[in-house]
């Protein structure tokens, strides 16, 4: 679900009457091929796309000036960032997580036991390299509680 997930966002592409036909070649790429199970799959990954664009940051992300899937490499470091943005005059880093957590305690959990903060402040020391100026960090989990998205923003130490 996850790999699809990004897939999807990296193309922004979210549910409508052709995304089943957009995301099958990248599940069957997954090694999906069991076509209940893709099925399946793909309606978990759309259900978390709608969470995704029924949230007001969505709106935000779309209007934005966006650059998916950058890589980056710095002399410690090397990876590839979900997702910068151009609001106005603010940058934004996003990085998507499909981690299933149920209270605002098991996100926090999450962050510290997988690094995700320490993640995406190696992604921000990088653009900033390049941007000149710290950008925003925004962890987006998108199976936060019921049927919603949490985006958590971090701060640089």
Known sequence: V??????????????DDE???FITPFALEAGLTDA???????????????????????AEMNAADRYHEVSYITPDDRGIIDLLYRSGDNWVIADFKTDELR????????????????????????????????P?????FLQAGRDAIQPVEIKMP
Do not use: M
């Open 103 to 134: 209270s605002d305690v098991e996100v926090e959990v999450a962050i510290q036991r997988e690094g995700y903060d320490q993640q995406i402040q190696r992604y921000a020391e990088a653009a900033a390299t390049q941007l000149g100026v710290l």
């Open 136 to 140: 925003k960090l925004l962890l987006v």
């Open 2 to 15: 996850g790999t699809l997930v990004h897939e999807a966002i990296r193309n922004w592409r979210f549910p």
């Open 36 to 58: 209940g199970e893709i099925r399946a799959t793909i309606r978990a990954v759309a259900r978390l796309l709608e969470h995704l664009r029924a949230h007001p940051l969505w």
């Open 19 to 21: 995304f089943e036909d």
